[in-house]
C-alpha cells in the first residue's frame, strides 16, 4: 500500500502562528478566492515524496536517522509569492536567518531519499512557509499591496529542533497530516 507523504519542520511557536493569522486575514479582505494554509498545518517542506510504498518507511526511519544534524534558529522575516507578483499562486512567509541551515538539511534528506530511488528533485531548495494557494486574485492592486506591505516584517524566530516525515491525507476541506516518524537534532 501508498503513502502520501513528505518531510518537513513542525512551525508550533504560536506568537507565530497568530502574526500569520492576522496576515492572512488580511488577504482575505483583498476580495479574492485564496485557499488559506490551516494554522496546524503550516511547515517548512523539506522534500516532497507523494505516494511511497509504505514498506520502506522502517528503513528509510533507520536510514534517516543517520542524519547528525546540529539543532539551528530560523528567522521567518518577509512575505512573497511564486511564480511572481504579476502572476501570484502561491503567497509565503520568508526565510532570513538559518536558510543555509535549512538547504544543507534539505539536501542531506535527497541523498537519504536517492538511495531508495525516490522522486528526485530538480529544483533548487527555497526555505518558506506557504500560507496561501490563490484561485482567483480578487483586487490584484490590494493584494500585491498587502503582499508588499509585509516584505520587511518580522514573523519570529524559532529553534528547529526536529523534522518529520509527515503522512498526508487529501481530503474535502483540506490536507490531513501526520507523523510517520519524527527525527531529533542534536
Same mark, same amino acid.
Given at each position: ?42 511547515? *517548512? ?96 492592486? *490590494? ?36 507523523? *510517520? ?6
Amino acid at each position: 500500500m501508498s503513502v502520501r507523504s513528505f518531510f518537513a519542520v513542525e512551525l508550533n511557536a504560536k506568537p507565530i502562528i497568530n502574526k500569520i493569522i492576522a496576515f492572512q486575514n488580511k488577504l482575505i479582505e483583498t476580495g479574492g478566492r485564496i485557499k488559506l494554509v490551516a494554522p496546524e498545518n503550516i511547515h *517548512l517542506t523539506m522534500k516532497f515524496l507523494g505516494d511511497i510504498d509504505e514498506k520502506i518507511l522502517p528503513d528509510l526511519q533507520k536510514e534517516t536517522e543517520t542524519i547528525s544534524f546540529e539543532k539551528f534558529l530560523v528567522e521567518y522575516r518577509g512575505t512573497g509569492c511564486l511564480p511572481n507578483l504579476q502572476r501570484i499562486n502561491t503567497i509565503y512567509i520568508d526565510v532570513k536567518k538559518g536558510k543555509e541551515k535549512l538547504t544543507e538539511l534539505a539536501k542531506e534528506i535527497e541523498e537519504i531519499c536517492s538511495k531508495f530511488n525516490l522522486r528526485k528533485e530538480t529544483r533548487a531548495y527555497k526555505a518558506h512557509l506557504t500560507i496561501g494557494r490563490v484561485k482567483y486574485p480578487g483586487d490584484k492592486q *490590494l493584494l500585491i499591496e498587502r503582499i508588499k506591505e509585509q516584505q520587511e516584517e518580522l514573523f519570529g524566530e524559532v529553534e528547529v529542533t526536529s523534522f518529520q516525515l509527515k503522512k498526508s491525507i487529501l481530503t474535502p476541506t483540506g490536507p490531513k497530516y501526520s507523523d *510517520l516518524f519524527r527525527i531529533n537534532l542534536k
